[in-house]
């Protein structure tokens, strides 16, 4: 029998995870192992498969077209064997189990509340963390499983994580009750004429009302930047000043700050929000019962 007849599964398992993560140290705080302990399995297989796999680049490591090959010829197989040995594996909401969403200051808002309401729950726990500012973290995080889930506006589009939308919203102007020139509707030139709190959003880095307008908005009067949603609401409560934001934060919080609702006076986009999670828990019964209780609680 040929070496690579005889090639351990876990040698693939140690690679297809350097190569995900571009990094050893990182694979090895995923695998629980050793960076020596890694990088002793990945000469191993090298030495098996008589190529080399990854070079060094600075101060890290990039793939060889020998190791890009391999992971797509792999990662579907391993990633079935994952799913058939979690598919077997039972899930009860009695055992204690702690699942860690990432999530965006929309999502938090709402589902924050229903989780410390919901007696459905049994033995399990759902931690809330805010989504990273860019996408490569947030991949890593899900990748490394240190987040099981993740929730916000757009999703990444890369091989191996899956997605699903669960909510779709509309994309809202906000003006303070009693504004002295603004009161029930507004209109583009209104829209200019007012001061605006603005809100970049964390991983496009682009202004709300940018992102989710069919046509190129104007530079607007800025009073100020914020970097919540929240505070935002704050600011325009306090103020003459303008925010967008989405219908449903808005209306969550109108009574409080006391704000009006508004149409924006352009074209806007859905504002979608989605479910992102690695593939390799797709099949995963723990996993399947967590998007079953986000796709019910943002439908509530």
């Given at each position: 029998?040929?070496?690579?007849?005889?090639?351990?599964?876990?040698?693939?398992?140690?690679?297809?995870?350097?190569?995900?993560?571009?990094?050893?140290?990182?694979?090895?705080?995923?695998?629980?192992?050793?960076?020596?302990?890694?990088?002793?399995?990945?000469?191993?297989?090298?030495?098996?498969?008589?190529?080399?796999?990854?070079?060094?680049?600075?101060?890290?490591?990039?793939?060889?077209?020998?190791?890009?090959?391999?992971?797509?010829?792999?990662?579907?197989?391993?990633?079935?064997?994952?799913?058939?040995?979690?598919?077997?594996?039972?899930?009860?909401?009695?055992?204690?189990?702690?699942?860690?969403?990432?999530?965006?200051?929309?999502?938090?808002?709402?589902?924050?509340?229903?989780?410390?309401?919901?007696?459905?729950?049994?033995?399990?726990?759902?931690?809330?963390?805010?989504?990273?500012?860019?996408?490569?973290?947030?991949?890593?995080?899900?990748?490394?499983?240190?987040?099981?889930?993740?929730?916000?506006?757009?999703?990444?589009?890369?091989?191996?994580?899956?997605?699903?939308?669960?909510?779709?919203?509309?994309?809202?102007?906000?003006?303070?009750?009693?504004?002295?020139?603004?009161?029930?509707?507004?209109?583009?030139?209104?829209?200019?004429?007012?001061?605006?709190?603005?809100?970049?959003?964390?991983?496009?880095?682009?202004?709300?009302?940018?992102?989710?307008?069919?046509?190129?908005?104007?530079?607007?009067k800025v009073s100020s930047e914020c970097d919540s949603l929240m505070m935002m609401c704050v600011l325009?409560?306090?103020?003459?000043?303008?925010?967008?934001?989405?219908?449903?934060?808005?209306?969550?919080?109108?009574?409080?700050?006391?704000?009006?609702?508004?149409?924006?006076?352009?074209?806007?986009?859905?504002?979608?929000?989605?479910?992102?999670?690695?593939?390799?828990?797709?099949?995963?019964?723990?996993?399947?019962?967590?998007?079953?209780?986000?796709?019910?609680?943002?439908?509530?």
């Open positions: 029998m040929s070496d690579v007849e005889k090639l351990d599964l876990n040698l693939l398992n140690v690679f297809l995870e350097v190569y995900r993560l571009k990094s050893i140290t990182l694979a090895s705080e995923s695998l629980g192992m050793t960076q020596p302990g890694v990088s002793g399995a990945l000469k191993r297989l090298q030495s098996q498969l008589g190529t080399d796999l990854f070079i060094r680049e600075g101060r890290g490591i990039s793939p060889t077209n020998a190791a890009t090959q391999l992971a797509l010829r792999i990662e579907p197989a391993l990633d079935g064997i994952s799913s058939a040995v979690s598919s077997l594996q039972q899930f009860d909401n009695q055992q204690h189990h702690v699942f860690r969403i990432l999530v965006n200051e929309i999502g938090l808002t709402k589902l924050q509340p229903l989780v410390e309401k919901d007696n459905t729950l049994g033995n399990i726990s759902i931690e809330f963390n805010m989504v990273p500012n860019n996408e490569e973290d947030l991949l890593q995080s899900l990748s490394m499983q240190q987040a099981d889930l993740a929730i916000d506006i757009h999703y990444p589009q890369v091989n191996g994580y899956m997605n699903q939308q669960v909510i779709e919203d509309r994309l809202v102007l906000i003006a303070r009750q009693g504004h002295p020139r603004i009161d029930g509707s507004v209109t583009e030139t209104q829209y200019y004429d007012e001061k605006h709190v603005t809100f970049r959003m964390r991983r496009s880095r682009l202004y709300t009302a940018d992102y989710f307008t069919k046509q190129a908005i104007k530079p607007r325009v409560s306090g103020s003459d000043c303008v925010g967008s934001t989405s219908r449903d934060f808005a209306n969550q919080f109108a009574e409080r700050f006391q704000l009006q609702v508004l149409e924006q006076p352009f074209e806007v986009l859905p504002m979608q929000q989605y479910m992102i999670w690695h593939k390799r828990t797709e099949s995963n019964l723990a996993h399947q019962w967590l998007r079953n209780k986000i796709q019910q609680y943002m439908a509530d």
